[in-house]
């Protein structure tokens, strides 16, 4: 097990005082971009030299053109069906799992499959939350790139505690398709303490708490720091609140003060949006003074920092019930807790610090910019994956990604490149056919989306699978990785519990110039690898639906009128031949088109089935 520090560029095995890796925060509102040199953190600011924020936001112009950041911000209320933000909300998400926050977007989410993964629809385009977000990362990559005038390929990347799997894979991929090597993903948290300093000493044997309140979310992490290892005990938070809503009461309180109507402010757009900018101005001034007011289009409007914390009180109660639901999962109290590092700008209000050091009975840490930690730790982090900080040990981690092969040979994997060794990880798959016995298992070694590019290491059959139908089966594969670097792989059907087992060992035969080789590969066809992706999953996506609805019609046959099935098949038969001919944005307009379609049918379906049940039955 080692690191391989390559030059992307060439290819050739780097010395490692020759690289800056950089730290970068890719957040839901804004996000931001550090580095080390010379043992000092310098955050990256815009030309103007004034601001190290870049809003996560994506304005697609109708020419084609791309504008990320303040300016893409200016257009939201303008133009906001294709102006994106908020992509790090979709990371990962199947459209099951956004349904709920559908109507805070303002642009397009699509849904084909309710299991397959969310798109956003801009035109006749469809985007993914990787390539937005790779996006942003290639602007926060020009803007370091300028700032220490030379070309940068490793970056560390930070994601919430509480990010799944395939949430932290989702932002390794956009990283990749930005053309980063992403050396590591660390957890908002630990980046925050490691800026307080917090965990460097490899003595630190502590409990932290870390507060995290920014724009439109909050959470908080309790993380036991022990050995230069952050292990995070328990999270909490609630994934729509934040100084958005300090805003809106502010607001509130304005509109009842003049007597403004939500027709009033439906009608007068310009209105309602100078009422959130000077609310907004309101609460950031009363962060240093007791009284604000100002004039928006000829009305007096004003308010004291008392009657602004009155109003946000029960927010602010709201992150104090999590911190207390944190400790509790934790099994903590109060007075385990030896310090609490404040994240986010909307810390700066002072009853938040207050309520927080309240609470956790002890003075909080908020020296640093807390706009600014978090990128600050992830620089930290990256200086000492590059080698900087000779006092700190690193830990072995594996060199190459480690996965199986999935529908249409894409790449699935399952221990990331660059995890801590021994370790482990798995994830749950199903049948894709009905009655299906066997079930091949391949396990490859490599960095591109495609197996056919990366290195086999093996395979092996999980066989007498009981039959069931398509998609019933749960078959969980784990990897192991001991401290050898024996890779151990199990697949279980967990409702049978038959399973299988194989040993590899995983750098048999494979030199560090080969690895080198494998990740530069990787990262230099990461943009067609990401188009031939995409086409499979549509492909795989637009045929289970052409299925779908075969098997709809059949079920449904009494319900249905013969013009609907016929209409169904029209439309079934376009999408076929879009998987035949076509681009993924073809086919995903048929499958939308398909959906459209039948949505309404099976709301008839199962409205009548409902009735047919209950039919004889007394309720
Ligand atoms: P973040 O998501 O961490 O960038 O936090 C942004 C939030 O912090 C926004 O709601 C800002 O309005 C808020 N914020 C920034 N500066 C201040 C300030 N001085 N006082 C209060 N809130 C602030």
């Known amino acids: 097990m080692a690191k391989i520090p390559i030059n992307i560029k060439d290819g050739t095995v780097q010395k490692e ?84 926050f559908e109507d805070y977007l303002g642009y397009k989410i699509i849904n084909e499959d309710e299991a397959a993964l969310v798109k956003i629809k801009v035109d006749d385009k469809f985007y993914t939350p990787v390539s937005l977000s790779s996006e942003i990362l290639k602007v926060l990559k020009a803007r370091a790139e300028k700032a220490i005038g030379k070309a940068i390929s490793k970056a560390v990347i930070t994601v919430p505690a509480y990010f799944n799997d395939a949430q932290r894979q989702a932002t390794r991929d956009a990283g990749k398709l930005a053309g980063l090597d992403v050396m590591r993903i660390v957890n908002e948290p630990t980046a925050a303490s490691l800026a307080y300093g917090l965990g460097l000493n490899r003595e630190d044997e502590k409990v932290i708490a870390v507060y995290d309140l920014g724009g439109g979310t909050f959470d908080v992490s309790i993380l036991q720091i022990q050995n230069g290892i952050f292990e995070v005990l328990s999270t909490n938070g609630d994934t729509f609140l934040g100084g958005d809503d300090f805003d809106k009461v502010i607001i509130n309180q304005w509109k009842t003060d003049l007597n403004i109507t939500d027709e009033v402010i439906k009608s007068n757009k310009s209105l309602g949006q100078q009422l959130r900018l000077a609310a907004e101005e309101a609460k950031k001034q009363l962060s240093s003074s007791d009284n604000f007011s100002s004039n928006i289009d000829g009305h007096e409007v004003s308010i004291s920092k008392t009657t602004f914390e009155d109003l946000i009180k029960s927010l602010v109660q709201k992150t104090l019930d999590s911190c207390n639901k944190a400790l509790k999962d934790a099994e903590l109290t109060i007075k385990d807790i030896q310090h609490v590092v404040m994240v986010g700008g909307s810390t700066r209000v002072p009853l938040v610090k207050q309520s927080v050091a309240d609470f956790f009975d002890q003075e909080v840490f908020d020296e640093l910019d807390p706009d600014e930690v978090v990128a600050k730790g992830a620089a930290l982090q990256a200086d000492i994956l590059a080698g900087n900080r000779k006092d700190f040990l690193l830990l072995d981690i594996t060199p190459l990604s480690l996965g199986i092969e999935t529908v249409g040979g894409l790449m699935d994997p399952i221990i990331p490149r660059n995890s801590k060794v021994p370790g482990g990880a798995g994830r749950q798959y199903t049948t894709s056919v009905d009655g299906q016995k066997n079930l091949k298992i391949a396990i490859y070694q490599g960095e591109r989306d495609l197996v056919e590019f990366n290195r086999k290491l093996g395979e092996f059959i999980l066989k007498d699978i009981p039959p069931m139908a398509a998609g019933m089966p749960k078959i969980e594969v784990k990897f192991m990785l001991d401290a050898d670097g024996i890779l151990t792989v199990k697949a279980e059907e967990l409702r049978s519990k038959t399973e299988t087992q194989i040993e590899i060992k995983s750098t048999y035969g494979i030199s560090e110039e080969e690895m080198a080789k494998m990740l530069l590969d990787s990262i230099q066809n990461a943009e067609s690898d990401i188009k031939i992706k995409a086409l499979l999953e549509a492909k795989n996506e637009g045929q289970n639906i052409v299925l779908a609805s075969a098997r709809f019609i059949k079920q449904n046959q009494e319900i249905l009128e013969p013009e609907e099935i016929a209409q169904i098949n029209v439309l079934r038969e376009n999408l076929s031949k879009a998987i035949k001919n076509d681009g993924k944005d073809k086919i995903n307009l048929e499958m939308e088109a398909l959906n459209n379609y039948t949505t309404p049918l099976a709301e008839r379906a199962m409205d009548y089935n409902i009735k047919q049940s209950l039919q004889g039955k007394k309720i």
């Open 17 to 100: 005082e020759d690289q800056t890796i950089v730290g970068i925060d890719l957040g839901t509102t804004n996000s931001l971009i550090a580095y080390i040199k010379d043992g000092d953190v310098t955050v990256v600011k815009d030309e103007q030299g004034k601001n190290s924020l870049v809003p996560s936001i994506i304005h697609f112009g109708s020419n084609g053109s791309i504008e990320v950041g303040a300016g893409a911000r200016s257009k939201l209320i303008s133009n906001p069906e294709r102006t994106i933000y908020s992509v790090k909300r979709l990371m990962g998400k199947a459209y099951d799992d956004v349904q709920n």
